[in-house]
């Protein structure tokens, strides 16, 4: 499995196991998540993705309680704040917002490292840009969780490059990258500059629902046929050709995995099979865009 150097001393799998429907199966005990990590691990893929929010603020702590100390020497672990909706520790929540305090930054961190049972977060991300962020604030924030230990590195989610620019013009340590929407079935950052940014600094992007949150593996429609036939000629299935067409973007896209079926994960590394060619690479773009490019 590649790695992805995130700084001078933190690299990532390029492939990163999603951890957010976690909590959403009826069977959540230490032994079957180990069993996922442990099928990750097998391929070369030790970067977990949480967020605080995932099952309800829970995934977090289910994870936990199935990490040995063998499996926690073995993985990074990323993890998000900011989101608040009215459950679990935040049941008494008003409604849905954004918290980029330094205050709830600085609880989240904890909170977050208690419920991994986790001495320090390879990567904390801004989870959603807040409207009411007053990057003074929260840049120095991050820092500060960064100078503590507790933190490796910082970056965001969902950022356009001028709330990317915004944060960091008050930090003092780098943000080390975005996690953005990117897929076969939501190709727009390939043109609207979401990428170009990225890429132009250096910066390896991370891919949430490279699969389209599931609807690549089940449409019927051009990009699906295009896909089909990619996968026929190289013995896999959708999810690799989906997966391959991201990894094969000279911007070091990193894409995120979100599964519970144990089969599945042991199919990840299926995408390093699928060696796209330029030629094909285009076709795929195309069935996307529904018409061929300029």
Same mark, same amino acid.
């Given at each position: 499995? #590649?790695?992805?150097?995130?700084?001078? %001393?933190?690299?990532?799998?390029?492939?990163?196991?999603?951890?957010?429907?976690?909590?959403?199966?009826?069977?959540?005990?230490?032994?079957?998540?180990?069993?996922?990590?442990?099928?990750? /691990?097998? =391929?070369? *893929?030790?970067?977990?993705?949480? $967020?605080?929010?995932?099952?309800?603020?829970?995934? #977090?702590?289910?994870?936990?309680?199935?990490?040995?100390?063998?499996?926690?020497?073995?993985?990074?672990?990323?993890?998000?704040?900011?989101?608040? *909706?009215? $459950?679990?520790?935040? $049941?008494?929540?008003?409604?849905?917002?954004?918290?980029?305090?330094?205050?709830?930054?600085?609880?989240?961190? %904890?909170?977050?490292?208690?419920? &991994?049972? /986790?001495?320090?977060?390879?990567? /904390?991300?801004?989870?959603?840009?807040?409207?009411?962020?007053?990057? +003074?604030?929260?840049?120095?924030?991050?820092?500060?969780?960064?100078?503590?230990?507790?933190?490796?590195?910082?970056?965001?989610?969902?950022?356009?490059?001028?709330?990317?620019?915004?944060?960091?013009?008050?930090?003092?340590?780098?943000?080390?990258?975005? =996690?953005?929407?990117?897929?076969?079935? +939501?190709?727009?950052?390939?043109?609207?500059?979401?990428?170009?940014?990225? =890429?132009?600094?250096?910066?390896?992007?991370?891919?949430?629902?490279?699969?389209?949150?599931?609807?690549? &593996?089940?449409?019927?429609?051009?990009?699906?046929?295009?896909?089909?036939?990619?996968?026929? %000629?190289?013995?896999?299935?959708?999810?690799?050709?989906?997966?391959?067409?991201? /990894?094969?973007?000279?911007?070091?896209?990193?894409?995120?995995?979100?599964?519970?079926?144990?089969?599945?994960?042991?199919?990840?590394?299926?995408?390093?099979?699928? %060696?796209?060619?330029?030629?094909?690479?285009?076709?795929?773009? #195309?069935?996307?865009?529904?018409?061929?490019?300029?």
């Amino acid at each position: 499995m #590649e790695r992805v150097q995130i700084t001078s %001393d933190l690299s990532f799998s390029r492939i990163v196991y999603g951890m957010w429907r976690l909590g959403d199966v009826d069977d959540t005990s230490p032994k079957t998540v180990q069993a996922k990590i442990e099928a990750c /691990l097998e =391929q070369g *893929i030790t970067t977990m993705d949480q $967020a605080d929010i995932y099952g309800g603020y829970m995934a #977090e702590e289910i994870m936990g309680a199935g990490l040995t100390q063998s499996i926690r020497d073995q993985i990074e672990v990323v993890t998000k704040c900011d989101i608040l *909706i009215p $459950a679990g520790r935040y $049941a008494d929540s008003p409604g849905k917002y954004y918290d980029t305090s330094r205050e709830h930054i600085v609880n989240s961190v %904890d909170h977050s490292l208690r419920l &991994m049972g /986790l001495d320090k977060i390879d990567c /904390l991300l801004i989870h959603r840009p807040d409207p009411l962020m007053d990057h +003074h604030e929260t840049g120095a924030a991050l820092d500060e969780v960064v100078a503590s230990g507790k933190v490796r590195s910082v970056g965001v989610s969902n950022f356009k490059l001028h709330d990317w620019t915004l944060l960091q013009s008050a930090m003092k340590t780098p943000l080390v990258t975005n =996690q953005i929407e990117m897929s076969l079935g +939501h190709i727009d950052p390939f043109t609207n500059g979401d990428l170009a940014y990225l =890429q132009e600094r250096g910066i390896p992007p991370m891919a949430w629902s490279p699969l389209g949150g599931g609807a690549l &593996m089940t449409d019927d429609s051009a990009v699906a046929r295009a896909m089909d036939a990619v996968a026929a %000629d190289f013995g896999v299935d959708r999810a690799a050709v989906a997966v391959a067409f991201l /990894l094969a973007h000279p911007a070091g896209i990193m894409p995120v995995m979100g599964t519970n079926n144990l089969n599945r994960i042991k199919g990840f590394s299926d995408a390093l099979k699928v %060696d796209l060619d330029r030629p094909t690479w285009f076709k795929l773009y #195309e069935a996307a865009l529904g018409h061929e490019v300029p």
